[in-house]
């Protein structure tokens, strides 16, 4: 079974600065997505951004880019110009073919004025 | 706006009493989960709907069951709950295009309390 990892509990970083989150997964799939989502407090989750494991240049949008490393099965998201809004839960996550998501346990991302 | 819908967002029951969360969706998706999140914890799947094929994950308790009459509505079904089933309860859709592609549209939970 696949699994994901999320080796940070939490994390903090000071508003304006860059933030980086890890992530990696276990797979023996060739053909997969990886996902982080945002889940701000009490609030629903949200998709932040996508990668197709099959594409080698690794995703942006806008402030968020990704660091994909797909033979050390690595996903890392990093968050540039940090604002007060980006302060959640980011959870990393692994779909392959058959329609489950798997979830990482989650980032705790505080952001300081 | 399309989206996912979840009612009630808060909901209240007492040990062993069953009880039913519902989902809806106008987003017209084929693919429904229920995931269980506990605080500060990883979304688990519990089971989802590729239409009206169900599949379960294989370490959901047979307490838990659902239904999904048509494309827009899913509903999760507590037949007994416990203290250890109180959590907060997210339903998704997703697009099948064959590949896993599309990502999960989320709705704003369900948080269940057991007393």
């Known amino acids: 079974a696949q699994t994901v990892t999320q080796s940070q509990p939490e994390m903090s970083v000071q508003e304006a600065e860059t933030v980086t989150l890890s992530c990696t997964y276990d797979?023996?799939?060739?053909?997969?997505?990886l996902f982080w989502y945002k889940q701000p407090p009490s609030r629903q989750m949200i998709l932040v951004i996508r990668?197709?494991?099959?594409?080698?240049q690794n995703a942006t949008e806008n402030r968020f880019s990704v660091n994909f490393q797909k033979a050390a099965k690595s996903f890392s998201l990093k968050i540039s110009d940090s604002q007060l809004g980006d302060a959640a839960m980011y959870f990393c996550?692994?779909?392959?073919?058959?329609?489950?998501?798997?979830f990482g346990a989650g980032t705790r991302l505080t952001v300081k004025p | 706006d399309a989206m996912v819908i979840q009612n009630p967002r808060y909901q209240v029951t007492q040990f062993g009493k069953p009880v039913t969360l519902s989902c809806s969706q106008t987003?017209?998706?084929?693919?429904m989960y229920w995931y269980q999140q506990k605080s500060s914890q990883a979304p688990k799947l519990l089971f989802h709907?590729?239409?009206?094929?169900?599949?379960n994950e294989a370490d959901t308790p047979d307490n838990f069951q659902s239904r999904r009459p048509n494309t827009s509505f899913c509903f999760l079904d507590i037949r007994s709950p416990g203290l250890g089933d109180a959590a907060m309860y997210l339903c998704?859709?997703?697009?099948?295009?064959?590949?896993?592609?599309?990502?999960?549209?989320f709705g704003n939970g369900t948080r269940l309390t057991v007393t």
């Open positions: 998704a859709t997703s697009r099948d295009t064959g590949t896993g592609r599309s990502p999960l549209h």
């Open positions: 797979t023996s799939e060739s053909d997969y997505y």
């Open positions: 990668q197709e494991a099959y594409k080698q």
């Open positions: 996550a692994y779909r392959s073919n058959n329609n489950d998501m798997r």
């Open positions: 987003l017209n998706h084929n693919v």
């Open positions: 709907y590729y239409d009206k094929d169900f599949n």
